[in-house]
Nanobody, 124 residues
Framework: QVQLVESGGGLVQAGDSLTLSCAAS????????MGWFRQAPGKEREFVAT????????AYADSMKGRFTIARDNAKNTVYLQMSSLRPEDTAVYYC?????????????????WGQGTQVTVSS
């Protein structure tokens, strides 16, 4: 098993940038496909980005392409989400998650392990 802890959230203004981190402990992070998801009040949890175990492949939700970048450092057991040109509609709790699979996964149900989330609030 792996335990995940997100950090880096906060209150920013529209157009700002923010980087989230997800630190893992337990089983090595390199054995998991990792993903970032978010959930706004009253909405379902939605896919943001995912990255392969080696970091060689990534995928993004359409509304995040060109603004968000997912990266990982397996030596540090950490996954990152760099967010730029933030918009008020990006306001949500952001979660990192680990999937015990060898291919990129966009579906919430593919991920067995979740962090507690970190709040990102973007003011207009």
């Amino acid at each position: 098993q792996v335990q995940l802890v997100e950090s880096g959230g906060g209150l920013v203004q529209a157009g700002d940038s923010l980087t989230l981190s997800c630190a893992a402990s337990g089983r090595p992070l390199s054995t998991y496909v990792m993903g970032w998801f978010r959930q706004a009040p009253g909405k379902e949890r939605e896919f943001v980005a995912t990255i392969t175990r080696t970091g060689g492949g990534t995928a993004y939700a359409d509304s995040m392409k060109g603004r968000f970048t997912i990266a990982r450092d397996n030596a540090k057991n950490t996954v990152y989400l760099q967010m730029s040109s933030l918009r008020p509609e990006d306001t949500a709790v952001y979660y990192c998650a680990a999937a015990d699979t060898s291919i990129i996964a966009r579906d919430v149900g593919r991920y067995a392990y979740w962090g507690q989330g970190t709040q990102v609030t973007v003011s207009s």
